[in-house]
Structures are given as structure tokens and as C-alpha cells.
């Protein structure tokens, strides 16, 4: 029995990895795509960066401006995950099996969720361009709406595994819908949530970044202003401020989440 188990996954793993050679090399042959000029060109690549890419003394002068913007984007990036945390936080004591007020509500809770966490962040700037131009509002509100749809989801998954035992305990005893969502739900809760929204700050300052190139707002717009204008120093200079401010957020982030769980 065991020897028929252990041939069956084998025979399915030797199909797996055929039917993925044969989509890689039918990706080759559709695309045109030239291996070897592929890895060269990585090559060349890595030497201009190194001969052109990296800051000078002038890039220097320009760093008043880019802290600006960078202020700029890791503010903007704060302020729409803990105003979508909250709003989150709403939607998923309606859409939580755990805590749900009616299962139509749920439904409707998790459907709005589900539209803004599937829809890229690309896709809602380039919508949001249409309606308010290039600003930071755009930034932000593309920014919030994929936020809101991950932080729901999260929220609900988190309510569901950590408070049932509590909740039932609080049901039983004849407690209020309030006083099962202040007593129980939140606060065993809570750790858990405050490490996702500590997760979705750090995503959502490498995520403004492109935002801010399409929106024209923050660092993102210094990067593409510098880059296309040929000044690779500033915009290398952008690009490692960039790094290390994401180091620093997720060095901050992981000292939180080691306090509060």
C-alpha cells in the first residue's frame, strides 16, 4: 500500500515538473526570448550601475528635497493604513463567523473586502487618476482601498481563530453584542490585528513608491523626475534612501510585534 502511495506521488510529481518545462519553453518560443542575451544583458546591467548609478557630491544637495518627499510618503502610507485599520476593524466584526450581526451582512462585508484586496494597487491609481488628477489624494486613496480589502480579510481570519472560546463563554453567561466585542473579540484580538497593520505600514511604504510615480506624489515622483531627466546620482540617491528607510520601518515593526506579542 505504502509502495503504491509513495509511485503515485512520484508519478505526479514527474508530471508536475513536465507540464512546467513545457509552459517555460512554450513561454520561450511565444516570447521570442533569447537566453543567453538574457543573462548578458544582467551582466551589463550590474556594470552600469556600478560605473553610472550611485550618488556624487551634487546628488548631495538635492537630499533637503528628496527627505521632503520621503517624509511625504511614509506619512501618507501611516495615515491611510490607520484610517483603513479601523474602518477594517468594523467590517470584520460584520463579516466574521464569530461575530456576525446577520449572514447577509457578512456576505456583503466580505464581498467588499474581497473587490478591494483583488484589485491591484496599479490599477486602482490609474482609476483614481481619473478622477482626481495626479495628487497625493490619489496616492492615498489607492493606497487605502487595498488596504481596507487586505486588513477586512485579516481581521476576520484572526477574529475567527482567537475569540470563539471567549465569545461562547460570554454568550452563554447572557452578555450584550457590545460587551462580547470589548470584553472578548478585541482584546484577544488585538495583537494579533496590531501586527498586521504594523505589516501593511511596511508594504504600503514600498508600495508608494511606484504609486507615487504613477500619481506624482512623494519619493516616487523624485525617483521618476531624476531618472527620465537622466540625473541617475539623485535617483540613485532616492533609490538607497528608499532601502534604508524600509530597513529602519521593518526593524521598527519587528521590535514592536516582539512588545506587544
Not at 488596504?147 to 454568550?171: C, K, M, P
Request: hydrophobic content about 55%; overall charge positive.
Amino acid at each position: 500500500m505504502q509502495v503504491d502511495i509513495f509511485a503515485k506521488r512520484k508519478r505526479d510529481g514527474l508530471i508536475f515538473f513536465a507540464l512546467i518545462l513545457i509552459f517555460t519553453l512554450a513561454a520561450i518560443i511565444i516570447t521570442e526570448y533569447d537566453m543567453v542575451k538574457g543573462f548578458t544583458s544582467v551582466i551589463k546591467a550590474v556594470i552600469w550601475s556600478f560605473t553610472n548609478f550611485y550618488p556624487n557630491l551634487e546628488s548631495f544637495e538635492k537630499l533637503p528635497r528628496i527627505w521632503g518627499k520621503l517624509q511625504e510618503t511614509i506619512f501618507l502610507s501611516i495615515a491611510s493604513t490607520t484610517v483603513a485599520a479601523i474602518l477594517s476593524l468594523i467590517f470584520a466584526l460584520f463579516g466574521s463567523n464569530t461575530t456576525k450581526i446577520n449572514p447577509i451582512l457578512s456576505i456583503i462585508s466580505r464581498g467588499i473586502a474581497s473587490i478591494n484586496r483583488n484589485i491591484p494597487i496599479v490599477a486602482w491609481a490609474m482609476i483614481l487618476l481619473l478622477s482626481f488628477g495626479q495628487s497625493s489624494l490619489t496616492g492615498y486613496f489607492a493606497l487605502f482601498f487595498v488596504t481596507f480589502g487586505f486588513l477586512t480579510r485579516a481581521f476576520i481570519e484572526t477574529i475567527d481563530e482567537v475569540s470563539n472560546s471567549g465569545v461562547e463563554a460570554l454568550q452563554a453567561s447572557g452578555a450584550s453584542y457590545l460587551h462580547i466585542i470589548f470584553q472578548a473579540v478585541i482584546p484577544s484580538s488585538l495583537p494579533q490585528m496590531i501586527s498586521w497593520i504594523l505589516y501593511m505600514i511596511e508594504t504600503n511604504i514600498r508600495s508608494s513608491t511606484l504609486v507615487g510615480i504613477l500619481t506624482g506624489t512623494g519619493i516616487g515622483f523624485s525617483f521618476n523626475l531624476y531618472y527620465k531627466s537622466m540625473n541617475y546620482h539623485a535617483a540613485s540617491l532616492v533609490v538607497i534612501l528608499i532601502v534604508i528607510t524600509v530597513f529602519i520601518i521593518e526593524y521598527v515593526s519587528n521590535y514592536l510585534r516582539r512588545v506587544i506579542l
